[in-house]
T-cell receptor, first 115, second 112 residues
């Protein structure tokens, strides 16, 4: 059971380039989300998904796209990278609270630098 | 809208001393509350959670937290801190379906 995996661990982009951050989970969780973490700002929600084929915007969605074609995978696409997108990106998954609390399981993160 | 406030950005305690990290939340319904810990260069790991029942909850690594509805608080405590507890701690409030809002975090430094 690998939990939540993210690739790559590190990435450097030039302004205007595009890329996809990969996220996968093997726990059959319905809910998946992407956060970005910046110093002193906690975790801010970018996009989330409550199941395959269903996605929605979070707090800071601009410049990012997501899709959810399977339960396992939830890739995050940067369409045209900007220096303001330099951050650490975390993917997380959780199960809906049916007797539980909906706590999140986090991947190890992707550290992205945009020059 | 739900929100979380962690008033202390940085706390320093001596090894062996007690610890309390503060968390205040705003949520319109019964809250699902969490504390997570993040070691440098790592993802977040769940320490403990509350969503019903006993308002004093026990977590991993000797941590506990108490839910006080009247104060909208969910403070994290540990009676004796170890050097390995140095990390960043995040309080979060959730809707029970997976969506959570996080505080800005408290960085804990442990003095030898």
């Amino acid at each position: 059971n690998a939990g939540v995996t993210q690739t790559p661990k590190f990435q450097v982009l030039k302004t205007g380039q595009s890329m996809t951050l990969q996220c996968a989970q093997d726990m059959n969780h319905e809910y998946m989300s992407w956060y970005r973490q910046d110093p002193g700002m906690g975790l801010r929600l970018i996009h989330y998904s409550v199941g395959a084929g269903i996605t929605d915007q979070g707090e800071v969605p601009n410049g990012y796209n997501v899709s959810r074609s399977t339960t396992e995978d939830f890739p995050l696409r940067l369409l045209s990278a900007a220096p303001s997108q330099t951050s650490v990106y975390f993917c997380a998954s959780s199960y809906s609270a049916s007797g539980g609390a909906g706590e999140q399981f986090f991947g190890p993160g992707t550290r992205l630098t945009v020059l | 809208a739900q929100s979380v406030t962690q008033p202390d950005i940085h706390i320093t305690v001596s090894e062996g001393a007690s610890l309390e990290l503060r968390c205040n939340y705003s949520y319109g319904a019964t809250p699902y509350l969490f504390w997570y810990v993040q070691s440098p260069g790592q993802g977040l790991q769940l320490l403990l959670k509350y969503f019903s029942g006993d308002t004093l909850v026990q977590g991993i690594k000797g941590f506990e937290a108490e839910f006080k509805r009247s104060q909208s608080s969910f403070n994290l405590r540990k009676p004796s801190v170890h050097w390995s507890d140095a990390a960043e701690y995040f309080c979060a409030v959730g809707d029970g379906a997976g969506k959570s809002t996080f505080g800005d975090g408290t960085t804990l430094t442990v003095k030898p």
